[in-house]
């Protein structure tokens, strides 16, 4: 039978206003549930909600809902996390700013961290598995010209990434 080990964070921004009337709202929520001694869920819940208060529009820029769920295995010294993270659409655009909406999407990651010995700590992932088509709604858009993605167009987000860390403490 699966027991809550820890609900690490709970953050919420309650009412912040400024003075030009923008009000955000948000909660960040991480958990985890022990299913076995070595398997384990987890992930992270983020919910952002921002409006102006000056004009009836949505604030610029806002992240949309995401959600974040690896199923992790652990020993003494290594473990390895499968990850689905899925962001929701963003249809809450500031239409003062022309801001386009982005469609939802979601990827999958694989991670892996191996105690060599104490102090050395060795992870490798591999991101985006699938090497999945998105637009990251944060990410911008494009002002150069000459370039794989036209003007004015949504930056893509990132494609497969595969990376090796080496990390030493004293």
Known sequence: MSTWTNINQWKTLIGSVTKTGRFTVGLD???GISLTDRWRLEGVLSVVRGKRRDINDNLYRISPDHLSVGIVYEQSDWSVNFESVLVNKQNKVAKTNSEEKT??????????HWQVKEGFLVSIGLENILDQKYQNHLGGYNRIRDSDVAMGERLP???RNVYLRLQFRN
Do not use: R
Not at 103 to 112: E, K, M, V
């Open 29 to 31: 929520a991480d958990y």
């Open 103 to 112: 469609p939802g999407h979601g990827i999958l990651n694989l991670y892996s």
């Open 157 to 159: 987000g990132a494609g």
